[in-house]
């Protein structure tokens, strides 16, 4: 098992920076992948990006060129620079752990809140 903690969230104006971190209670190390999702109100859940234990980084495309998704595996901590944020990145943010194959087990945190005001 994986537990997972995010921080790093707040209130922060339009063109703002925030950066997330989700420490991991192990070794991140093998695991498949880290991901962040983030749910607005109303809307899914959805991936934002995501980053596997051999250094691919994928993002969607709303993010792209603004966020950037790291890891530290020395520290068990998956990170999350977001620059130039806009009021529709406003939303929970989740940190999420792909583990195992077949069968594959997902880990999730408690959530941050990012807010960002026009």
């Known amino acids: 098992q994986v537990q997972l903690v995010e921080s790093g969230g707040g209130l922060v104006q339009a063109g703002g920076s925030l950066r997330l971190s989700c420490a991991a209670s192990r070794s991140i190390f093998s695991i498949n992948a880290m991901c962040w999702y983030r749910q607005a109100p109303g809307k899914q859940r959805e991936l934002v990006a995501a980053i596997t234990s051999g250094g691919t980084k994928n993002y969607t495309d709303s993010v792209r060129g603004r966020f950037t998704i790291s890891r530290d595996n020395a520290k068990n901590t998956v990170y999350l620079q977001m620059n130039d944020l806009k009021p529709e990145d406003t939303a929970v943010y989740y940190c999420?752990?792909?583990?195992?194959?077949?069968?594959?087990?997902?880990?999730w945190g408690q959530g941050t809140q990012v807010t960002v005001s026009s």
């Open positions: 999420n752990a792909a583990t195992g194959n077949s069968p594959t087990y997902y880990y």
